[in-house]
């Protein structure tokens, strides 16, 4: 499947400001199942220059600098990838000892996945009666504990909009049984680390029913599973990530995932967030143009 994703970011301040450098985690990753087949980035005002990099994880990030004032900032991106996965189950688990939890990475994936399985004794403890329902369910077998648990999340959270913010703590999304689509994925994630499996955040888009009215960026899970790699789960949507998910950036912490980071200096100033998100299936035009036909 082909998707062309349009994001715009619009920051206003009230008065004029300084910019310090932003950095912006929005293009699209390739590997995993996807493809980027074309990438732009524009700013208002015109950035003074850039610097291509990857972060810890991998992702692509853009380091953007500003000479000047300016009363807003916007960020504009496009870009076009085609998404390869039809089957989100096309892998087979490298080892029968991996078919069972609580999960035992090898000592060499373990200690490299450290920061995917950091779960508080707080947090563990509080998500132990879900745990424990859902382990029984699935029979203590990894996959069907996995899957389970993305479809009883679905089932029994309600998804709602909250445009910013941090994502709740799993506890508080036990007690309020409802979230936004990355509060869905602490809780997951933290029931997933309480079992022994690394799991970490994901922030991309998806083409669904529920985005067609109001397109957002979202966020759903991964968890390493030795024979398959990161496999994305969506809570929110209670399914497997396969073709209709582009991934844009993975991180331990939703923090890390950020899609703009940075900060301005003015007194008094505040700044208040629009954005506005278009994902939609490209048509031949697009396509003979990508050299695709």
């Not at 979230?179 to 922030?203: K, M, N, P, Q, Y």
């Not at 200096?265 to 629009?274: K, S, T, V």
Request: glycine share 8%; aromatic share 8%; with cysteine.
């Amino acid at each position: 499947m082909l998707l062309s994703i349009d994001h715009n970011t619009t920051y206003s301040y009230g008065k004029k400001v300084v910019l310090a450098p932003h950095i912006v985690r929005l293009r699209p990753r390739d590997g995993g199942g996807q493809m980027t087949h074309m990438f732009s980035l524009k700013t208002d005002p015109p950035d003074a220059g850039r610097s291509v990099n990857s972060d810890l994880d991998g992702n692509t990030t853009v380091t953007l600098w500003f000479t000047g004032e300016c009363d807003s900032l916007a960020i504009d991106t496009h870009c076009v990838v085609e998404t390869l996965r039809e089957n989100p189950f096309d892998f087979i688990v490298s080892d029968t000892k991996f078919l069972d939890l609580p999960m035992q990475y090898p000592p060499g994936q373990k200690a490299a996945l450290g920061p995917y399985l950091t779960v508080s004794k707080k947090t563990a403890l509080a998500v132990t009666e879900l745990r424990e329902t859902i382990l029984s369910r699935a029979r203590g077998r990894t996959t069907d504990f996995i899957l389970s648990l993305c479809e009883h999340i679905h089932k029994n959270f309600p998804h709602v909009v909250r445009d910013e913010g941090a994502p709740w703590p799993a506890e508080r999304t036990l007690r309020e049984k409802k979230g936004s689509c990355r509060d869905i994925v602490e809780l997951f994630a933290s029931v997933c680390r309480s079992t022994g499996l690394a799991c970490r955040h994901v922030s991309g888009y998806a083409l669904s029913e529920r985005s067609r009215a109001r397109n957002e960026l979202h966020a759903w899970a991964e968890v390493y599973l030795p024979g398959g790699g990161w496999r994305g789960y969506d809570p929110s949507a209670g399914l497997a990530v396969a073709d209709r998910h582009v991934a844009v950036a993975s991180g331990a912490t939703h923090e890390l995932i950020a899609p703009v980071s940075g900060s301005f200096y003015g007194e008094g100033a505040e700044a208040e967030l629009q954005f506005q998100v278009r994902v939609k299936k490209t048509g031949k035009r697009e396509k003979k143009a990508l050299g695709l036909l």
